[in-house]
């Protein structure tokens, strides 16, 4: 069943020019209904057809099998040499379809097309012409506009067609499908009412929305369960789980956890659920005191000009200004050479320390955590040059645990 | 249906549509070859001269069928094969070999198939024996033993000519022209290619062997003479089953094509492009909508159609967008405005965007830098902008530079047409300084 006009404008085109244009590329946001609406009309009027997804073709010969397997059965695709060039495929499907002929167009729809560039150059010119063979026709899939598929040399040019995004009210409607059977349609509505106000601005692809909707529905209905609030009650509903909505967009969205963590940590009581281990490295790592020393010596370098290393490494007391621009830190990171690096740790660390192997092997792990990154060739022992790969946010953290102020020794601060 | 010229004949008005659908969709699609091509009457009669002089007087030839895609290169080779077949000596004589640059992409291949459709003897039904070497000799062997009174005439059609100039030393092309040039069995080398620069592509010994003989298909239609052919297309035949139908068809076709917005838009896309195939594809959007409601093509039909053929896809695909990416596409705007089309990274983006929300009284679309993130991704991967480079290696994901692959008119474009785009956006992206 078709929600809305656009798309039944979509498919009556679709269904018209199917039948006599020998390629048609149809273009649109994911979860916009293309595949949808291609394998239903496809399976209403009948027609013999292959599906293909580029994505499961990693070689052409998958492709090649794929079609011949779907048109005319294993027999076809076995005849099929080991690594089968264009070519072969062309000659079998021409015997293929000289020993059985078609009543009508064959099609061959693949999805994910955009990988169709990647392959050998003459594959996607030749597909686009194969109606020249018999009578197939050819329909692509993709959410990348056909200008950046066509090839140097110019192409037979497919017709276009784009299928329009989703209104948030169409949205709104076909979320409210799949209400669960023990709730009223009202109910779920205002739940996913409330699910589109946080977020439509950020997410507007169908099955993201559907997968939190599904995953928090659980969590919404927690205060009817528990008998505190009536259906009805629209705004305690609104209060209990909006701030579950704005954390979940800051985890289960970002995907920084698993869907089942997600799950089991709104099973848990909310006073031991603690933190939600996050999946990057980031958020749980303990490092020892020399390193996070080192951390701090190398943010420093990657983000202050070397010259204006004298002015603050000299033990020298600066006020704190906010920023007037931070160039620095729109740029990213600079590499800087380990000598800088071990003559900015020397000041900033309180005590004396001896440049022992420990504090050199120290730098070697922070790479492997790759919160340093290695900037110059493995080959080039004596001179090595490193960049800081950790945000403002976590070098400040590790800051505060060691006490050292480092927006004070900041350039971009000053 | 029987042709039959009975005027008072009359069909229900499904039928005839139906009728109409089939005649026009069989021409616009050029799934059925035309008696006659257009325009292009002298390059027919040259090209059908010098393949009887291959067929039926024995002299070998080659020429070369050069013009931009959709010019009608191939349509006027099946024409000609189809005049030149029409003799029953040259159908029985004549073999063919079609060869194209796409499906044949190396000249072991190109061989192979050659072997192939001659059905030469080291070829058993599907297989090919020997390796390339033996099946070249075999080849060449097999059409020396021949000379003009006793072997049969061959035609090689090479379809996307300029791909076999790409193949290593040029070893078919330069034995096929060899062929051509020497008095051995007969044959003609027709390439087909939309090149005109082709001739460089060609390496000195192989071009020596060409006879530089090249039939241009450029178009040099005149604006009357253009709408006078989309008249004539839309035109129904005079044997159509239903005459009063027919008629009426034809005197609207005539009265659509003198319509003053009508022209407007032939012009744009004569402007634009002259060649038959976009011609075909605007009319052919055009007929889609012609049913038993609407029988008849009028004047907003051809306005439609043409808004389909010129719609712009990426301003269509940020009508799909969500908010938080539209309003990353309008800092990046600025940006480009700003420091004249430098590239830029995602923390670049991300303050100019906290730049315009410190104007703002309410924190709607104050994200963490994570969601924004996921935002900018998606936005590469629907690819509206690109790594300056592609080494992403040592550079960290936020850091990396990147370009806006969206024009400035195209974003002000779907800004107009955006759901429900709010004021502030709308004002923040028209303001000259962000």
Known sequence: SFLNMEHNICRSALQYFMIIYPSIFIYGHRASGKSHVMHVLLKELELPHATVSCVECVSVALLFEQVLLSFFGCDAASLLPRSPSLSDFVRIYRQQCSQSPAKQTRYIVMEKAELLRDTDANLLPALLRLQELDNVTIILLSEIVWDKFRPNTG???????HFPDYSKGELQQILSQDRHPSYTAEFYSSYINILLGVFYSVCRDLRELRHLAALN??????????????????HKLWRNIEPHLKKAMQTVYLREVSSLQWEQMQQMEEKESGALRGLSAHTHVELPYYSKFLLIAAYLASYNPARTDKRFFLKVDRFNFTPKNLLNHLLGPKPFPLDRLLAIFYSVVDNRVAPTASIFSQISSLVTLQLLTQVSHDDQLDAPKYKCA????????????????????????L | MSKRKLTDAHLPVGECITQVQEILRERLCCQKLPDRPEGVEAQHKHLLELLKRTAVHGESNSVLIVGPRGAGKTMLLKCVLRDLLEDKEVQKNLLQVHLNGLLQTDDRIALKEITRQLHLENAVGDKVFGSFAENLAFLLEALKKGDRSSSRPVLFVLDEFDLFAHHKNQTLLYNLFDVSQSAQAPIAVVGITCRLDVLELLEKRVKSRFSHRQIHLLSSLTFPQYLERVRTQLSLPDDFPDGKFAEDWNASVKTLCEDKSVEDVLQRHFNSSKDARSMHMLLMFCLSRVSVSRPAIKPADLLEASRLCFADAKANMLHGLSILELCLIIAMKHLNDVYEGEPFNLQMVHNEFKKFLQRKSNSMYN??????????????????????????AKIQREYQLMRLMIDHSQIMEALQKYPQCPTDVKQWAMSAFG
């Open chain 1, 217 to 234: 529905f659980s969590k919404f209905c927690e205060p009817l369960a528990e008998g505190k609030v009536k259906e009805t009650d629209t």
């Open chain 1, 155 to 161: 192409c037979f040019e497919p017709l276009l067609l």
């Open chain 1, 390 to 413: 950790v945000s403002m946010d976590f070098i400040c953290a590790i800051s505060r645990t060691v006490n050292f102020d480092i927006v004070k020794y900041l350039y971009d601060f």
């Open chain 2, 367 to 392: 994200f963490d830098q994570p969601v924004i993130m996921k935002a900018f991704e998606h936005l590469q991967q629907l690819e509206l902008i690109r790594p300056v480079d592609s080494s992403s």
